[in-house]
């Protein structure tokens, strides 16, 4: 209420005397600004007055007059404020301690959280209490507006901790929803009450503030059912500040006028204090193992952290003394071979042998380098250069392997000419390894753009004005990009981007490595954008000194052509697979590395007409196609790896006999064993021994010939009376399959190989290197000899002619066929029967 209006008769009561008091006014004393007002009335012994009170309020009416005589008040104001000043020493307590908590000892989200949850508490008890608004002005309708903005936003408080400290995704997404209305009815509440301060506002701020402690404390207990994340030791005192608010406010609605809402809420009030401190300890405690838990994670991690930096230091200084060692033999290598491709300029095999060499001499230099960097041996030696018509040159010796590989590659550089002094040598390193990478990962009729821009900057040193320049170099590729969870990780040593076995291309993770430790020494920066399938871009930054253009300068730098990357790249593999002859051996070369496919090649050339395939995909699809005798193939490959290559392969009926022999560094027995399950039938680890390679491929086909055998000797016919096989392999099923269809047209005797390949969905070299393959015989000599063996049965039992029987099983010259039965089976059909 905000004023009363006193009607006050006399002793007569025939005249009134009016009074108005305002509940809250620049007279009225501080010192128990909480107390119910008051008023005196004078009354003689023996004398009656007639009183009349008008209560004014915006908000609901809810009074109560009491009549003390003095005595009776004295008493009845001590007890108040007894009780006043115990409740308000209880809140005050709690608020320090709560600060005190907070800021000092108990870091965690939710005891913050609940923290604000107090504070709005607090505030919201001194406004419905009236202490807020007087302790900050003597105005009263600004007071009582203070008063409403701190007991309307209780329900704000809690909404805060729900939303942060529970998850809400876990229950509804409307959950978050409501809270964030009941926030926002809140804010506009206090907003308009403020500025339009009526009885609707004040209304309306009271039912959002009993409606969403209502709807909070349900949600609060099915949290604590459901077992969610919410601490009981907040969820408690949370549930009964909850309900006693809601019993505190809900007789401010003017629907029920029930005093004892007040005392039980007080009550409440009380108990959710006291239970709060009781909890206290236990949160302390919890909050302490948290910390000793975190600290100790801290600590594993530290440890983990120091391990898995001496394990990478270990590692480094492994590869650099392997390094200095392989240096050795390696030039022992390359001088033989320089002086034999002299020799032998036409030798294609010397080539491939110097090609890797080169591979093999730069991975080393890489690793050497890393090392120097890693012990700071590593300066920067500045030349003075015209850095443009060094990047021309350097860039321009990319054109021949972007026509090779027919990507439309571009240059951009913003100025014609630009000296300064810069670390040639680190320079070229860094661009070397960027576009080799750019070229690697994009595919043909891709696009690699390098742009070079020059940037002027000026800053202040010493209380000296200084300009530096900067070039700024962007290379941009349209290749297959790189993951964006795996960005953080492309500069770490020895990382590769696909690790996988069916990784597109090979690496070793040491070229970004070398190229983000050199921008470091040349105190430059390197950013990295990119998107899956669509490219990837390199923003370098590097600082340099500038020097003015000199007179008649002329230089020609010199590219080192061993930095440069070597692909394989238009040569066409030796295959003879357009060769006729249908009974030639075939053999088919799956390998990702055109040069270990080229050697493998060479050896088996003059024993097998060659079938060639640069990744699993492509196998499996010329090995459908083709039908080889065997199969050479490599596990780690791009699209289809060496594992997934033979599944398919022997869980195809068309394809399922070829033998396959899995050549890999993976060298492990684990390794071995999960390619023998999948289906290879030999397993060879690189570097390979080609006299090894030919003995197994050797031991293989004569297996092979084994099941030809199998097939050859035993009867055509299976009769599943007689041979009872448990678990029948994927040949018997094809000639199971075979045999059925046969049965389908055994009468007919147009029945050709054309049409005995369309009913078993397999062209007519399929099928015909198929049967070859299990049965040693050709499409026509399966199909005569089943019908031979099926007229032998048929004569057996002896209840039909020898004509009969021949034309039944698809025979129309009876002599043909008395002719071609003598012969396999050394008795002519009278003499069998």
Not at 495 to 505: F, P, V
Not at 752 to 757: E, G, V
Request: contains cysteine.
């Amino acid at each position: 209420m905000e004023q009363l209006d006193f009607y006050i008769s006399n002793s007569s009561q025939k005249k009134y005397f009016h009074k108005t008091q305002k509940i809250i006014t620049s007279e009225r004393e501080k010192t128990l600004i909480d107390e119910y007002p008051k008023f005196p009335i004078t009354l003689e012994s023996n004398q009656s007055k007639s009183i009349f009170i008008k209560v004014s309020s915006k908000r609901g009416h809810f009074a109560m007059v009491r009549l003390y005589s003095k005595q009776a008040y004295y008493f009845s104001r001590i007890d108040n404020c007894t009780t006043q000043g115990l409740l308000n020493g209880l809140i005050i307590f709690r608020l320090f301690l709560i600060f005190t908590l907070s800021f000092f000892v108990i870091k965690e989200l939710d005891f913050r959280l609940y923290s604000v949850i107090i504070v709005f508490k607090t505030l919201a008890y001194w406004g419905y209490t009236n202490i807020a608004g007087p302790l900050f002005t003597n105005n009263p309708e600004l007071a009582v507006k203070i008063n409403f903005l701190c007991y309307s936003n209780f329900s704000t408080g809690v909404a805060i901790f729900l939303l942060y400290a529970v998850d809400i995704k876990k229950i509804s997404s409307s959950v978050k929803r409501f809270i964030l209305i009941s926030i926002f009815v809140s804010l506009f509440l206090n907003v308009m009450t403020f500025f339009d301060y009526q009885w609707y506002w004040l209304k309306g701020g009271i039912y959002n503030v009993v409606l969403s402690c209502i709807y909070f404390l349900v949600l609060i207990i099915y949290c604590l059912y459901k077992k969610m994340l919410i601490d009981i030791y907040y969820a408690i005192p949370i549930i009964l500040g909850l309900i006693g608010t809601t019993l505190l406010y809900f007789p401010l609605t003017g629907w029920i006028e029930y005093f004892p809402f007040y005392g039980l809420s007080y009550a409440l009030f009380t108990i959710e204090i006291i239970v709060f401190i009781f909890f206290l300890g236990r949160i302390i405690k919890k909050s302490e193992q948290k910390k000793v838990f975190s600290e100790k994670q801290l600590q594993l991690k530290q440890l983990q952290n120091k391990q898995l930096q001496e394990l990478d230091d270990l590692k480094t200084r492994f590869f650099t003394n392997i390094s200095h060692e392989f240096r050795t033999p390696l030039t022992l290598l390359v001088g033989p071979v320089d002086d034999l491709q002299k020799k032998y300029p036409n030798e294609s095999i010397l080539k491939i042998m110097q090609r890797n060499l080169s591979r093999l001499q730069n991975l080393i230099n890489q690793i050497l380098e890393i090392s120097k960097l890693e012990a700071g041996e590593m300066g920067i030696q500045r030349e003075k250069a015209d850095v443009v018509l060094f990047l021309q040159q350097l860039i321009g010796s990319f054109e021949s392997l972007a026509q090779d590989k027919s990507i439309v590659f571009n240059l951009s550089i913003s100025q014609k000419q630009e000296f300064g002094y810069f670390d040639l040598d680190k320079l070229e390193k860094i661009i070397v390894n960027l576009l080799s990478n750019a070229f690697k990962f994009t595919p043909k009729n891709g696009r690699i753009t390098v742009t070079i821009l020059f940037d002027t900057f000026s800053f202040s040193s010493m209380n000296k004005h200084k300009t530096e320049r900067s070039l700024e170099i962007i290379i941009e590729d349209s290749g297959i990009g790189i993951p964006q969870e795996r960005l953080p990780y492309i500069f770490n040593r020895f990382y590769q981007i696909d690790d996988s076995n069916q990784r597109l291309h090979e690496g070793t993770g040491i070229g970004l490595a070398l190229v983000k430790e050199l921008m470091d020494v040349l105190k430059g920066t390197i950013k990295v954008e990119s998107k899956v399938n669509k490219g990837t871009r390199f923003s370098l930054n590097l600082p340099y000194e500038h020097l003015d253009t000199p007179t008649n300068y002329v230089h020609t730098y010199k590219v080192s052509t061993n930095l440069l990357p070597h692909f394989e790249i238009g040569k066409p593999d030796s295959e003879n697979q357009q060769n006729n002859n249908d009974d030639a051996k075939i053999m088919l070369i799956i390998e990702d590395n055109p040069d270990l496919r080229f050697y493998i090649a060479s050896i088996f050339e003059n024993q097998y007409q060659l079938i060639m395939a640069a990744d699993g995909e492509e196998g499996l699809i010329k090995a459908i196609e083709f039908v080889p005798d065997i199969i050479i193939s490599d596990l780690m490959m791009p699209k289809l790896d060496g594992l997934f290559f033979c599944y398919k392969l022997k869980n195809d009926e068309r394809i399922s006999h070829i033998p396959v022999i899995l050549l890999t560094a993976k060298a492990t027995v684990d390794d071995k064993l999960m390619g023998l399950q999948q289906g290879a039938d030999d397993y060879l680890s690189k570097p390979f021994n080609k006299e090894e390679l030919i003995l197994r491929v050797n031991n293989l086909v004569q297996q092979r010939q084994l099941l030809r055998e199998k097939y050859t000797t035993q009867s055509i016919v299976i009769n599943p009376e007689i041979v009872i096989v448990p678990e029948p392999t994927i040949e018997d099923l094809f000639i199971e399959k075979a045999q059925t269809i046969i049965d389908n047209y055994l009468d007919q005797s147009e029945f050709d190989a054309a049409t005995f390949a369309r009913e078993m969905k397999l062209t007519s070299v399929q099928l015909r290197r198929k049967l070859k393959a299990i049965t040693n015989q050709t499409t026509n000599e399966f199909v005569r000899n089943y019908r031979l063996e099926k007229a032998s049965e048929m004569l057996k039992k002896g209840n039909k002619t020898v004509s009969q029987i021949a034309f039944e099983v698809g025979f129309e010259s009876l002599p043909y066929f008395s002719k071609v039965f003598q012969e396999k089976f050394g008795k002519t059909a009278s003499e069998w029967r």
